[in-house]
């Protein structure tokens, strides 16, 4: 019989997670959407827009678009 328990051991820590991105990309782009606007096919307003999307979900905040359904009276003045 064995006078240690397994809960003895300390907790094996693991190395932390390295998130890693083609040179020239966005390390955090890739991190959290798995692409950046750097990417082939990948357009800049699309990394933005998922950026507000994912923002805007953390805040508790409806998916509406960022921007006013109709212009303002300033913007129809000729």
Sequence with gaps: MCDTADDDKPA????????????GHSRAGHR??????RCPGREVWEELLAWRLRENESADESPAPDRAPAPSREATRG
């Design 32 to 37: 959290v959407h798995g692409w950046c606007s």
């Design 12 to 23: 094996r820590e693991e190395p932390p997670t390295v998130h890693v991105a083609p040179p």
